[in-house]
Antibody
Framework: EVQLVQSGAEVKKPGESLKISCKGSGYKFTNYWIGWVRQMPGKGLEWMGIIYPGGSDTKYSPSFQGQVTISSDKSINTAYLQWSSLKASDTAMYYC????????WGQGTLVTVSS | EIVLTQSPGTLSLSPGERATLSCRASQSVSTTYLAWYQQKPGQAPRLLIYGASNRATGIPDRFSGSGSGTDFTLTISRLEPEDFAVYYCQQCDTSPPYTFGQGTKLEIK
């Protein structure tokens, strides 16, 4: 069974750094793109970027380029989304997704940034 | 960047009725790269339709997709109570970003 299991909810202060994770199982991790989608409270879906764990090719939406870093560690079948300096506007649910189009979704990681 | 505009923003219907949701692209999208998702409150979205008209695994046949070029449609033939949710279209054509529409909320009338 294909599963994407994300790390737990986070509460951070503005300016702090954060790295959330998404562990894939039930399939060959290096054969599928893994992406990230943001959903701000009460809002729609925003496509952030995607990585190919088999080759580390990474593509970002212009809206998120330079704001976040997407990476992966194929030895542990895990993809990451990280921030070096969080803002209150980063408060959102973040979903990892497999493939293009996105046939499997993680359960979501809620990130709350508040002073 | 391809912009997807969904209409209507909210659709109020009764169980048993037919729902027609629209997704219009700012430039032509290959049918291969147009998908629809359903999101229920408190849940992650799930893939309904890919390639504009192909149902994803486990999706009931009351859901169908159609369209080409810049105009795409998701149709639910006979609404069941569990179909009331928010629906998003997405294009995965050419290079990223693989943008989503703003969503259509399907609510019980």
């Amino acid at each position: 069974e294909v599963q994407l299991v994300q790390s737990g909810a986070e509460v951070k202060k503005p300016g702090e750094s954060l790295k959330i994770s998404c562990k894939g199982s039930g399939y060959k991790f290096t054969n599928y793109w893994i992406g990230w989608v943001r959903q701000m409270p009460g809002k729609g879906l925003e496509w952030m970027g995607i990585i190919y764990p088999g080759g580390s090719d990474t593509k970002y939406s212009p809206s998120f380029q330079g704001q976040v870093t997407i990476s992966s560690d194929k030895s542990i079948n895990t993809a990451y989304l990280q921030w070096s300096s969080l803002k209150a506007s980063d408060t959102a649910m973040y979903y990892c997704v497999r493939s293009i189009p996105h046939d499997y979704w993680g359960q979501g990681t809620l990130v709350t940034v508040s002073s | 960047e391809i912009v997807l505009t969904q209409s209507p923003g909210t659709l109020s219907l009764s169980p048993g009725e037919r729902a027609t949701l629209s997704c219009r692209a700012s430039q032509s999208v290959s049918t291969t790269y147009l998908a629809w998702y359903q999101q229920k409150p408190g849940q992650a979205p799930r893939l309904l339709i890919y390639g504009a008209s192909n149902r994803a695994t486990g999706i009931p046949d009351r859901f169908s997709g159609s369209g080409s070029g810049t105009d795409f449609t998701l149709t639910i033939s006979r609404l069941e109570p569990e179909d009331f949710a928010v629906y998003y279209c997405q294009q995965c054509d050419t290079s990223p970003p693989y943008t989503f529409g703003q969503g259509t909320k399907l609510e019980i009338k």
